[in-house]
């Protein structure tokens, strides 16, 4: 079977360039892990908070588990590419009862609106750029710390929560038409898995730790967590039918990417150049573009710092570029 092309528009040595075939080859057991790993961190944040209460435990339990959640949906946007399990519909349950479910989220709602991204990243319609507010950098670095700090404070994700509510991405948003099953299975997803999780630390003789280091980091680190990862990806980028020039990448996996970029997800060239290929082969896909010189180098950076530096104006009274 032949590899699917690179969204490469009309780069020629993009489009000739062929990737080992072994990179596009799906391993269940390694997202199996990965989802695992999330939870268990989870987990451990939690028993840490229980047994050690204090300040700065909470503290850190809940940058952990805002991570951790961020990892959850980086583990549904693998499934909503199909690449968790082989099997639709075992793929498409893995992710949302263990993945989706516990943010609230719905797989297909966001599979729909992911690939419609990816058909044409930061075109007026795409959209991520509506959701995140790409279309407007590079802007004053005020405004951009005023962003960060309202994602921070809760207020980006009630802000989003209420253009959601009456519709503003309505004509943006693809359809998606869910059978009566479907749509009872994704909310049984969300009430069984938090249900879980309040009745596990409630339980344990700690409920409020539902509210504190569950829902609380999920309207305010979360929300900061993604938007950072969402202006590295895209921000300031133009349209282009060669992906390689409308994406970065983080090159140099490290505690940033940890935080802002779990399963690779900071390989963002390489996962719009190819989108089949699985996050744990995308370091593999970014070694051999790289030996070819195959990626824009003013596309990549070393880290977070560098992209928030790039994206804004210095002058906090400038007005957007």
Request: charged fraction near 15%; include cysteine.
């Amino acid at each position: 079977m032949s590899q699917p092309e690179p969204r490469a528009g009309e780069n020629r040595a993009l489009r000739a360039f062929a990737p080992d075939a072994g990179l596009f080859l799906l391993k269940p057991w390694i997202g199996g892990l990965a989802l695992l790993a999330d939870w268990g961190l989870i987990a451990a944040a939690f028993a840490c908070a229980a047994l050690w209460p204090h300040p700065v435990i909470y503290l850190l339990a809940a940058l952990l588990i805002a991570r951790s959640q961020l990892a959850l949906a980086v583990l549904m946007h693998e499934s909503a590419h199909g690449l968790l399990l082989r099997g639709q519909k075992a793929n498409d349950r893995l992710g949302q009862w263990l993945a989706a479910g516990p943010l609230f989220l719905s797989l297909c709602t966001y599979r729909a609106g992911h690939l419609k991204h990816h058909l044409h990243p930061m075109e007026h319609d795409d959209p991520v750029v509506a959701v995140f507010g790409l279309g407007d950098y590079p802007l004053p670095r005020g405004k951009l710390a005023l962003r960060l700090l309202a994602d921070l404070c809760g207020v980006g994700y009630f802000i989003s929560a209420l253009r959601f509510a009456r519709g503003d991405y309505r004509a943006i948003m693809p359809r998606v038409d869910k059978s009566p099953r479907q749509a009872l299975a994704q909310v049984l997803s969300m009430l069984v898995s938090n249900g879980l999780l309040f009745g596990l630390l409630a339980w344990s003789g700690h409920p409020w730790l539902y509210l504190g280091l569950w829902l609380l980091p999920a309207i305010t680190l979360l929300p900061l967590l993604g938007r950072v990862r969402a202006i590295m990806e895209h921000a300031g980028l133009p349209v282009a039918a060669d992906q390689s020039r409308n994406a970065r990448s983080i090159v140099r996996p490290s505690v940033q990417t940890f935080l802002f970029g779990p399963h690779a997800i900071h390989y963002h060239i390489e996962h719009h150049l190819y989108v089949r290929v699985p996050f744990y082969h995308l370091g593999g896909l970014h070694r051999q573009l790289a030996t070819a010189q195959l990626l824009p180098e003013g596309n990549l950076y070393q880290g977070y710092g560098g992209v928030l530096r790039d994206v804004s104006d210095p002058d906090w009274r400038s007005s957007a570029r």
